[in-house]
């Protein structure tokens, strides 16, 4: 039997967290739904994820935190593997850079429809599974 692909969704906003396990679970996807990054560092460290989807802008700590944090824990040589999609309402390029140089290469802009976002799943985990 295959083992279902784990998403880690990590958001703020409830609506946005709830549409997305919707979606996810409707495809077949394993979903883990965090509220902020501590939560999500926390759920990284105690389970192995596929693929992470996150929001940029958080309170208290924000999605560039959470990037710097993962890189820092678990840096692109050892944990190369987690694949990163970003979900921003605010896709300027300053943004999109940061982002970039903290090691995240999937960005989908919100609103988005639900084929937009299985679209974008299935694009990353097809990329990195090329790799």
Same mark, same amino acid.
């Given at each position: 039997?295959?083992? &279902?692909? =784990?998403?880690?969704?990590?958001?703020?906003?409830?609506?946005?967290?709830? @549409?997305?396990?919707?979606?996810?679970? %409707?495809?077949?996807?394993?979903?883990?739904?965090?509220?902020? %990054? $501590?939560? %999500?560092?926390? %759920?990284? $460290? @105690?389970?192995?994820?596929?693929?992470?989807?996150?929001?940029?802008?958080?309170? /208290?700590?924000?999605?560039?935190?959470?990037?710097? *944090?993962? /890189?820092?824990?678990?840096?692109?040589?050892?944990?190369? $593997?987690?694949?990163?999609?970003?979900?921003?309402?605010?896709?300027?390029?300053?943004?999109?850079?940061?982002? *970039?140089? *903290?090691? @995240? /290469?999937?960005?989908?802009? &919100?609103?988005?429809?639900?084929?937009?976002?299985?679209?974008?799943?299935? =694009?990353?985990? &097809? *990329?990195?599974? &090329? =790799?």
């Amino acid at each position: 039997m295959k083992r &279902k692909t =784990k998403i880690l969704v990590v958001d703020d906003d409830r609506i946005i967290l709830e @549409s997305c396990q919707r979606i996810l679970e %409707a495809e077949g996807y394993g979903v883990k739904l965090v509220s902020n %990054a $501590e939560e %999500a560092i926390d %759920a990284l $460290e @105690s389970q192995y994820f596929d693929m992470m989807i996150m929001d940029v802008k958080m309170p /208290r700590k924000d999605g560039v935190y959470l990037l710097e *944090k993962i /890189r820092e824990k678990w840096p692109l040589d050892i944990w190369p $593997e987690l694949p990163i999609l970003v979900m921003t309402g605010y896709p300027t390029p300053e943004t999109i850079k940061i982002l *970039k140089e *903290k090691g @995240s /290469r999937f960005f989908i802009p &919100k609103p988005f429809t639900p084929d937009e976002l299985l679209g974008c799943v299935q =694009k990353v985990l &097809k *990329k990195e599974q &090329k =790799k």
